[in-house]
């Protein structure tokens, strides 16, 4: 069963490590990968660094991230604490269904979804904000507004399947701890509090660590079907830059020095988080 996984992850993910040679040599593409190319050794690095927006793009991505991590966290948590608690076992599921569905969509149909509800002038979200009397609001084109809109759909998307997690954690807990809290008088609030928390906080830390290795990671399908060169101030981040550096302009060396200066920092930020919450909680996903 494991195996089509091994052999996706060997020919997608270890197989194209041979490329990262390109961050280092000033490729041409008409020479072979292992041919003569120019060897150049941190030009490349140093080349991104001295870009213009280089700083701004790093900022967008960090804040982006970060933004989504913290909602990421918060929302489904939040959310299935809530549905814990309802007790209308159909109206649970189909809850369940229809929160969780957006996840299995791509971003090529949920930005097209996006696009038609925040439109400025047929949008439902304007129409409905006019109807409040409030002025329309451009989503995808303000620089004020377009990261928030970014981890808000982003939130809406996945927080479904965090949040099928997080019931899976809370029907593992003890039901006689929550008989022996009632005892005590302990009310719902408290349960959850002292209880319910408690119980889930592996499965929290687990999903945090994870998330933390994709700081730098702000969303690439997302941003990409749903950015214009309008918003470039706020919501230019690192994988759209490299793709226009790669894919548009041809800057192949450069592109791949990007990338992998960001592989480098997921791995340390993931390695680091790991470290701590062993040391800090005791806790080994290995």
Known sequence: ???????????????????????FQNFLPLKHLFGDQEWIGLENFKYIFATPNIWRVIWNTLSIAIMKIIAGLIVPITFALLLN????????????????????????ILGGIMIDILSPSTGIVNEFLGFLGFKPIFFLGDNTWFPYTMVGSDVWKNFGFSTIIYLA????IDPSLYESAAVDGAGRWKQTWHITLPGMHMIIILLMVLSLGGVLDAGFDQIFNLYSPQVYESGDVIDTMVY??????????????VGLLKSIVSFVLISTSYFVVYRLFKYRIF
């Open 1 to 23: 069963m494991l195996l089509p996984g091994i052999v996706f992850v060997i020919i997608f993910a270890y197989i194209p490590m041979i490329g990262v040679r390109i961050a």
């Open 85 to 108: 608690e309802v007790r209308n076992r159909v109206f649970k599921r189909v809850t369940q269904t229809i929160i969780y569905f957006p996840y299995f969509l791509s971003w090529i």
């Open 169 to 172: 954690a809370i029907t593992s």
């Open 244 to 257: 226009r550096m790669g894919l548009l302009q041809a800057q192949y060396g450069p592109s791949t020095a």
